[in-house]
């Protein structure tokens, strides 16, 4: 069973106990889709980042795999328990992450059921403040210790495309998670065996947040690894 399944089956009776009608009607909608591109928005700092990165990674999914790819992002409150029927959830952004407890307790529910967050640090601020308070909010969560590095032979980077060296560089990486430093991995956040949270400091959303129309002169497709993101979101 795969992650989307797991997810649909799982949270199916949760989110039918607790909203109305309508919204149930509202939810079984992306059934004729196998993706859907969600972003998680956050009271808290600034999460409507690399607007038009979505669009492009939605493009290549539909080029490169034979998913039934919704071509429309879909924007939630985190706060909001429809979130919980997600298949991947996006959140990014680089000033303060301090969630509420609606926003806490959704993130923790999603992530413990089978569910996949991508964070990624913009990275634009000098302190590391997103990174910082970002750390904090899951140490408090999952434990001081739950988030840890990736190692480069994680299944991640082999989901669809090969990346035998770990993450791939980008062009926006400023100074690390506040320490000034560019990083060679990723990381992350297990539960039961499966990474649920994936953080990077690489900035990727700029990376990916390019005009679509000149994708074709690039000489090798930089969002290729967010294919492997969500390959790895739905098949792990």
């Known amino acids: 069973m795969n992650r989307a399944t797991f997810l649909r089956l799982a949270l199916a009776s949760a989110a039918g106990a607790v909203l109305g009608a309508p919204m149930r009607a509202a939810l079984a909608a992306p059934a004729d889709y196998d993706f859907w591109f969600t972003r998680l928005r956050y009271d808290s700092g600034n999460w409507d980042v690399d607007q038009r990165m979505p669009a492009n990674v ?20 985190l706060a909001d328990e429809a979130m919980l029927q997600a298949p991947f959830c996006y959140l990014a952004g680089h000033k303060l992450v301090e969630f509420s407890p609606a926003e806490r307790r959704n993130f923790e529910r999603y992530v413990r059921n089978g569910g996949f967050v991508f964070v990624d640090d913009c990275n634009h601020d000098i302190d590391g403040l997103f990174a910082k308070s970002f750390e904090r909010q899951m140490a408090a969560i999952f434990g001081d210790r739950a988030l ?60 990916w947040d ?27």
């Open 210 to 236: 390019y005009d679509w129309r000149n994708k074709r002169f690039l000489a090798v497709d930089n969002t290729r690894f967010a294919v492997n993101i969500v390959m790895y979101a739905l098949t792990a």
């Open 58 to 77: 939605l493009t290549s999914l539909i080029d490169y795999t034979g998913l039934r790819v919704d071509p429309v992002e879909r924007v939630v409150a």
């Open 148 to 207: 840890h590095r990736l190692p480069n032979n994680h299944a991640l980077y082999s989901s669809f495309f090969s990346f035998p060296d770990g993450p791939p560089a980008t062009g926006f990486e400023l100074n690390g998670w506040g320490d000034d430093l560019v990083h060679d991995y990723l990381r992350g956040i297990e539960v039961g065996g499966r990474l649920g949270v994936l953080y990077s400091n690489k900035d990727y959303g700029c990376e």
